[in-house]
């Protein structure tokens, strides 16, 4: 199974999505490099992939998908920031949760979108004092 750093950005109630040419919509992120820890890939592949700098990632819990396992992280970024595509990126864009079910996107960022945003709502505000925790000690959600 693939381990996968997956990064959520929300800003005014809105999730960054990327995209390939020809590819679906995506939350950004990558797979994890031998010997780098999943926080560290959430970091590389969030500058990368949107030129974003993450001021503070929190990790959240995996998602299994079908190959994959994801780890996922909020990551804080500063307000005025602007998310410019780069790497094999070719689109960056904010979307409502809740638009997110209508786009060609992929199965796992559907999936995790709906966990963290059931019903297209907006989740509780993450405390500004947690910090990052290494994956394997939040929880793990298997994709249907």
């Given at each position: 199974m693939k381990d996968r750093a997956t990064v959520l950005c929300i800003r005014d109630g809105r999730v960054l999505l990327v995209a390939r040419a020809r590819s679906r919509w995506a939350l950004p992120g990558g797979r994890i490099r031998r010997d780098e820890a999943p926080v560290d890939a959430a970091r590389r592949e969030l500058e990368e992939e949107t030129g974003l700098v993450a001021t503070k990632l929190i990790y959240l819990f995996q998602f299994r998908g079908l190959g994959t396992?994801?780890?996922v992280f909020l990551a804080g970024?500063?307000?005025?920031?602007?998310?410019?595509?780069?790497?094999e990126?070719?689109?960056?864009?904010?979307?409502?949760?809740?638009?997110?079910?209508t786009l060609s996107a992929s199965v796992p960022t559907r999936g995790i979108v709906e966990l963290l945003f059931p019903h297209g709502r907006l989740p509780?505000?993450?405390p500004s004092d947690q910090t990052a925790t290494p994956a394997g000690e939040g929880m793990t959600v298997a994709a249907k």
């Open positions: 396992l994801h780890n970024v500063p307000a005025d920031a602007v998310a410019q595509p780069g790497n990126i070719v689109r960056c864009r904010w979307f409502v949760p809740s638009k997110i079910a509780m505000a993450v």
